[in-house]
Each structure stands twice: as structure tokens, then as C-alpha cells.
DNA sequence: TTGTAGGCGTTATCAT
DNA sequence: ATGATAACGCCTACAA
């Protein structure tokens, strides 16, 4: 059982001050070369290993951040967290994961934690009900910066990485005219949510851009579920005109659709084009692999990392930094038609 | 910007000692009812928060656990740890995530730097390479209860929570046997790791308890990926004699051989049945999902966080508890005859 | 029941 | 260049 040794320890067999010894540790330029290779040689000998916790509570900081996301079992999420931690580890950062359950009253729980363990920094992605943002106000008013990523709120003074929701249901959309299709069903998330709200947006431009006048019917609101993707087929399959493509804001919800559509003889891509939304791992693996527009969560990982560090670095906490990264599309057969 | 109120702000406010006031906090039997009350009412009012810091340093328990896994995004990874969380996040502890990128060089510095920030604990599944294990016994020198899950080693003291490789490799088989198979395959992971010797011997245990030579040659090592379940379907139907099913340590190997049989014109399951291992997500979604054998990495996080909770409350950090889970064999079309 | 004092291990300030 | 001392915020003997 080792027992620790402290700066004093080393300074008792030096026969110096425990000052001296912290200095000679901490590079401080006031001692002489030799003490502090004395200094150094000694610890090392004695396996001396710096008492974080006393550091941290000298001053004040902890190394750690917290990253607070709804679920940390989602591929998309687990892969910023990937992101965050191999940017932030070289820098010795410690990564503290948090799970909202998509509650509010668990967020709130989480940063009130999290800022109580003094963490250097939080990373959230808000639930999808959260409205109100006084619970992350907090963390700006005890200074700790706050970095949101995919799913923000629009409070001064914090920075958020997004991806271009925009853009990624107008590249959908426009792959889907592309492709011969006229006729385009869209299925979104709760339009209330911002993310969910531009991929339809992004949908509505890239019709009207290529002149064709949204129908207000193939606009449907689905969960990120398969089954809802099924049911989602089944309402618009009631109508005479049916679609000829779908673009869906899930790739659950787009699989369960493919599903779907197999079932009642539907050919895909030929009668019916199919895109999704995440990149989701088990797009590319299916049989008929669904294209879909991918959100660069491991960049986005990476980047808000970065955008903590500069804050940290320059000292301004409050500086609102907005990134926003381009989408990328991934076309795969089930939209394909050139194959 | 909060100022930070310490049990000092308290005691000057109520002209009392500080040492009252922490007495109160911390549920002390030796204060008297009022004062208690009167203590808590005003920390309530000035907003008190204990710094967990100091409480940190003075009882050298920080409410942190650290979790090393190879790769924090694999989906059975990340569901262990949400296990973990959900499991250790009532008791009031945080949990720290580290990657070894299946390196035992950064297991080692994993290690070092959780025990120097003095997590509580210390959950880990061994990178594969690991065989050396003596940066491992550092924390049970250091007192710090460390848990395995699923990848262990054998290191007197250390708990761990697995599950029955041996068994989930009988129970594939065995299925395959039940759906008539009698020339059945085995795509084994490194033979070296334990985990994967486990269900290459429980895989040879049916074949002989029903009565079924195994050839060796139907024994094929294979590595978690796609193309190496290709190139391991076309290595076996280069022979005379094909096999009729094929039980794979790795689900991907299993999708990549699904792929090359039906390539190859080969009809699942008439022909040939297929067996997977892990339950990885995709499994299920397929058009042809796949049968395979799921580990239950929830239930193992959060039974391995039960085992550190015991650990932990019996003060008896060195309690070599082994748990041993039943895998579950999730059947579905790639290796269902009944349908 | 309450107060005093010391210490957890470090760093920073002020002397020397 | 080095040493003494205080302070970070809390807890806990020990004394009163």
C-alpha cells in the first residue's frame, strides 16, 4: 500500500523548504538549476505524484469537464463525447458524462452537479423539451464555460457547434430532384425542435428553388422510430397521388418506411426514392443501404473541444463563438437510381 | 457572477462557529435541533453549496469513478457505461471516461492519471493486447476497488462481471444443430483472447455433445469487420465439401458473410443459417435480420457498478467478487427454418 | 451542545 | 534563491 508522499516529504529529505520543492515542480524561474534537478531527481526517485485535488482546490480548477447529452448509448452522441475526449485528453482534461433522459428537470440536476464539482467547462446537447434556459444560465453566471452541440439554445454569451440542418435537408432534397423525383414526402421531427424546424426548411427551399410547389399533406411528423416511419407510408399510401420520394429526418423512421414500402411491392429506388437523416451505422449495412445525410458528430466532438480550449486560453469566457459545419450526404442505393 | 458563500459566511451571519454550521450539514447527532434548523435555513437562503473540492481533500473520496473502455462509441460500450451511470449516478457519483484505443500503453497512463485524480473506482475492460498486468495491480495497491467487465484479467482481489462466452458460443450452436445443421463453421475472434477462446470452446462443446466431429478447417480466426467475414466464406467455399451454417464470434463478420453467400447465389437459412455475436443494433434492423447472441451490456454496467457500491460499503475493497451473466440468443430469420 | 485548532496538499505572498 | 506563513473550504479531535 504506497503511501503518498507530499511535497513535504521530499522537502524533509532535502532538507529544503516545501516552497522550494513546489516552485522547482512548477518550473518557477526564481531557483537555481541545480535545486530544481535535485528537487526533480528526488521526486521522481520517491514516486512523488502531484495531489490534483489540492491543486484544484488552490485554484480552482479541475481539469475536468462535464458533457451533458439525453442518452450516452446513441451512436451519434457517444461519437461526440469520442470527439470531445480524444481533443480534450491531450490537453489533461477529464471527461464527466451526464445523461438528461430528454428531461429538462434531470438537466437541470446535471448542471447544478456538474458546477458544484467545479467542472472547467460543460458540453450539452438540450433535451428536446427544454424551453426555459435559466438552469444554463447558471453556468455563465459562475463563469464555467458552456459549449452547446447539435441541439442549442440561443443564450448570449454562449458558443455552440451545430451542423447545417439547413443545408442538409435542401442537399437531401435537391439529391432527391436529382434523382427525376417530383413528387417529394418529407418526414420531420417535432417542428418546435430547431434542428427538425431548418431540415424542413431545408426541404422547402430546395422545392421551391427547383419549382416545385410543396404539398402540404407530404409533409408528415413522425418520432425516430420505425414503426412511425411505417405508419407515416401508410397514411400518404391512402391518397391517390403518392409520392415518388421520401426524405425523412430519421433514418429510423426512413428504414421503417423502406420496410414498409417493400411490403406493399414498392420497388426502391425505382418507384420510390428513400433518404434518411444521421448516417446511422445500420444505414450502410442493410441490403439496400439507405442513403442518408450525416452530421459529422466526431468533428463536431472535436470542434467543440476546440472552441472550450481558445475560451479557456484567452481568459474570455464569454466569447459567443458560433460554428456551424456543413453536412455531408451520403448516397447509397436506396435513393440511387444511376446505378 | 455568484460569490462563492463557505460555512464561514454562515457562521459570522449566525454568530456561531463554523464547526457548528458543518456539524449541521453533515446531519452531526451532536447539535441541537434548533441550531440545526436554523443552520439550514439560512444556508438554503444565501445559496450555500458545499465545495466538494475540500470535502474531497479532507476525506480523500472524490464521488468520481473512472471507466477506461477501448472505444467509447462502440454500441456495447457505450450502453455498459450508461449502465454504470444510471446505476451510480443516485449514489452521488460521477463517472469519468477514458479510451484505450486498444492499447496497453494508454491503459497504463489511463490508470495512472485516474488514480492520481483519486476516482473512487475504477471500471475497465482490457484493451485486447493487454497480457501484462501489473499497471492494473497498482490500483488495488492504492486501495481503489477496480471492476471488470467483459474483457478481465485474472488478478487476485479484482471483481469482475462477464458474460458466459462459453455458453452464448453452446447455445448458437446448439441452435444451429436444432435447425438441422450438421457442417457448421465458426468464425472466431483472436484465439488468444479469452472472450473469444471461450465461445470457440463452447461452440466445440455442442458440435461433440451432439454427436458432430469438428473439422478444423472449418474453424476460421477472423477479425470483427465486414470483409473479413467475406473473405472467410470465400476461403470455406473454395473446398468440396461447404459447410451449412456459420456461427460468427463478430456480428460484422457475420453481416460480411451473409453478404458473400447471397453473392454467391446461396439462399439463408434454407441453405445456409447464420449466427452472429454481440446483438449490435444492426442485427435486428436488417431486411434478413440476424440472429445473434446478446450480452447484456446494460444489466453488465450496472451490475458491475453494484459490485463497486458493495465493495465500497463493505469497506472491503479487496472482496473478489465474479459475476457471471447468461447471454441471451435473440433468433431471427438469418438462422430461423420455422418461419 | 458548542468552540478552538489543526490538518488535508498545494501554491502564492512576503520576507530574508 | 530560499524560507516562513497564510490560504483554498472543509472536517474532526479535543477542549470547554
Given at each position: 500500500m504506497a503511501e503518498k508522499v507530499t511535497i513535504y516529504d521530499i522537502?524533509?529529505?532535502?532538507?529544503?523548504?516545501?516552497?522550494?520543492?513546489?516552485?522547482?515542480?512548477?518550473?518557477?524561474?526564481?531557483?537555481?538549476?541545480?535545486?530544481?534537478?535535485l528537487v526533480l531527481k528526488t521526486a521522481a526517485k520517491m514516486n512523488y505524484k502531484q495531489n490534483r485535488l489540492a491543486q484544484a482546490l488552490k485554484s480552482g480548477r479541475t481539469n475536468n469537464v462535464g458533457v451533458i447529452v439525453p442518452f450516452i448509448n446513441r451512436s451519434f452522441f457517444s461519437s461526440v463525447i469520442r470527439g470531445i475526449e480524444e481533443e480534450l485528453s491531450p490537453h489533461g482534461y477529464h471527461v464527466i458524462?451526464?445523461?438528461?433522459?430528454?428531461?429538462?428537470?434531470?438537466?437541470?440536476?446535471?448542471i447544478d452537479t456538474l458546477l458544484n464539482t467545479q467542472v472547467d467547462g460543460i458540453f450539452m446537447s438540450v433535451a428536446k423539451t427544454t424551453q426555459d434556459t435559466s438552469h444554463i444560465q447558471k453556468a455563465l453566471a459562475e463563469n464555467t464555460p458552456l459549449v452547446f452541440?447539435?441541439?442549442?439554445?440561443?443564450?448570449?454569451?454562449?458558443?455552440s457547434v451545430i451542423i447545417d440542418d439547413f443545408k442538409?435537408?435542401?442537399?437531401?432534397?435537391?439529391?432527391?430532384?436529382?434523382?427525376?423525383?417530383?413528387?417529394?414526402?418529407?418526414?420531420?421531427?417535432d417542428l418546435s425542435v430547431e434542428?427538425?424546424?431548418?431540415?424542413?426548411?431545408?426541404?422547402?427551399?430546395?422545392?421551391?428553388?427547383?419549382?416545385?410547389?410543396?404539398?402540404?399533406?407530404?409533409?408528415?411528423?413522425?418520432?425516430s422510430k420505425l414503426e412511425?416511419?411505417?405508419?407515416?407510408?401508410?397514411?400518404?399510401?391512402?391518397?391517390?397521388e403518392k409520392p415518388d420520394a421520401?426524405?425523412?429526418?430519421?433514418?429510423?423512421?426512413?428504414?421503417?418506411?423502406?420496410?414498409?414500402?417493400?411490403?406493399?411491392?414498392?420497388?426502391?429506388?425505382?418507384?420510390v426514392c428513400v433518404v434518411g437523416f444521421s448516417n446511422e451505422p445500420f444505414t450502410k449495412y442493410m441490403e439496400l443501404p439507405i442513403t442518408s445525410v450525416d452530421q459529422t458528430p466526431f468533428e463536431m466532438g472535436k470542434i467543440a473541444a476546440q472552441v472550450f480550449l481558445e475560451?479557456?486560453?484567452?481568459?474570455?469566457?464569454?466569447?459567443?463563438?458560433?460554428?456551424?459545419?456543413?453536412?455531408?450526404?451520403?448516397?447509397r442505393d436506396s435513393s440511387n437510381r444511376n446505378l
Amino acid at each position: 500500500m504506497a503511501e503518498k508522499v507530499t511535497i513535504y516529504d521530499i522537502s524533509k529529505k532535502l532538507n529544503i523548504s516545501a516552497a522550494t520543492v513546489s516552485r522547482a515542480l512548477n518550473n518557477n524561474p526564481k531557483i537555481s538549476q541545480k535545486t530544481r534537478e535535485l528537487v526533480l531527481k528526488t521526486a521522481a526517485k520517491m514516486n512523488y505524484k502531484q495531489n490534483r485535488l489540492a491543486q484544484a482546490l488552490k485554484s480552482g480548477r479541475t481539469n475536468n469537464v462535464g458533457v451533458i447529452v439525453p442518452f450516452i448509448n446513441r451512436s451519434f452522441f457517444s461519437s461526440v463525447i469520442r470527439g470531445i475526449e480524444e481533443e480534450l485528453s491531450p490537453h489533461g482534461y477529464h471527461v464527466i458524462i451526464c445523461q438528461s433522459h430528454e428531461d429538462v428537470d434531470n438537466e437541470i440536476k446535471q448542471i447544478d452537479t456538474l458546477l458544484n464539482t467545479q467542472v472547467d467547462g460543460i458540453f450539452m446537447s438540450v433535451a428536446k423539451t427544454t424551453q426555459d434556459t435559466s438552469h444554463i444560465q447558471k453556468a455563465l453566471a459562475e463563469n464555467t464555460p458552456l459549449v452547446f452541440f447539435d441541439r442549442k439554445k440561443d443564450v448570449p454569451g454562449l458558443s455552440s457547434v451545430i451542423i447545417d440542418d439547413f443545408k442538409g435537408g435542401y442537399l437531401a432534397t435537391q439529391h432527391l430532384i436529382k434523382q427525376g423525383c417530383k413528387k417529394i414526402a418529407h418526414f420531420s421531427g417535432d417542428l418546435s425542435v430547431e434542428i427538425y424546424k431548418n431540415r424542413h426548411q431545408g426541404y422547402l427551399k430546395a422545392l421551391k428553388d427547383h419549382g416545385i410547389t410543396p404539398l402540404s399533406r407530404f409533409s408528415l411528423q413522425v418520432n425516430s422510430k420505425l414503426e412511425s416511419g411505417i405508419s407515416a407510408v401508410k397514411e400518404l399510401w391512402e391518397f391517390e397521388e403518392k409520392p415518388d420520394a421520401i426524405f425523412s429526418a430519421s433514418d429510423y423512421a426512413a428504414l421503417g418506411a423502406i420496410q414498409e414500402l417493400r411490403k406493399i411491392g414498392i420497388k426502391i429506388p425505382k418507384e420510390v426514392c428513400v433518404v434518411g437523416f444521421s448516417n446511422e451505422p445500420f444505414t450502410k449495412y442493410m441490403e439496400l443501404p439507405i442513403t442518408s445525410v450525416d452530421q459529422t458528430p466526431f468533428e463536431m466532438g472535436k470542434i467543440a473541444a476546440q472552441v472550450f480550449l481558445e475560451q479557456i486560453e484567452s481568459q474570455i469566457l464569454t466569447a459567443e463563438k458560433k460554428v456551424v459545419l456543413a453536412p455531408e450526404l451520403y448516397i447509397r442505393d436506396s435513393s440511387n437510381r444511376n446505378l
